[in-house]
């Protein structure tokens, strides 16, 4: 059972995406976003509890990024809008049990992660 991104590409800044993770098999986990920029950490940027009512988002992409879980695909999906180039980044998402906030600030601790998907925005 492996998580699998799909959705990046290159956009221009202020364009939109919409990542998708495959997550079946993982119900019962929670679902996280995270991302790495070159020369940086990687960083939580939102996560969805396997309850679909708790959420994380990091304060740079809050009112422009939105994670939702449709439980019946088992796919978690990341809109993002206003995009920066400081957006820039491979992708990755990750599984794990336990609180939301936990994993999306501490990033450790995963069952999963997938392999990433490569968003890039132009200025």
């Known amino acids: 059972v492996q998580l699998a991104e799909s959705g990046g590409g290159l956009v221009q800044a202020g364009g939109s995406l919409r990542l998708s993770c495959a997550a079946s098999g993982f119900e019962s986990h929670n679902i996280g976003w995270f991302r790495q920029a070159p020369g940086k950490e990687r960083e939580g940027v939102s996560c969805?509890?396997?309850?679909?009512?708790?959420?994380y988002y990091r304060d740079s992409v809050k009112g422009r990024f939105t994670i939702s879980r449709d439980v019946a695909e088992n796919t978690v999906y990341l809109q993002m809008t206003g995009l920066r180039p400081e957006d820039s980044a491979v992708y990755y998402c990750?599984?794990?049990?336990?609180?939301?906030?936990?994993?999306?600030?501490?990033?450790?601790?995963?069952?999963?992660w997938g392999k990433g998907t490569l968003v890039t925005v132009s200025s």
């Open positions: 969805i509890g396997s309850s679909v009512n708790t959420t």
């Open positions: 990750a599984a794990r049990r336990g609180s939301v906030f936990t994993m999306c600030t501490r990033g450790t601790g995963m069952d999963n």
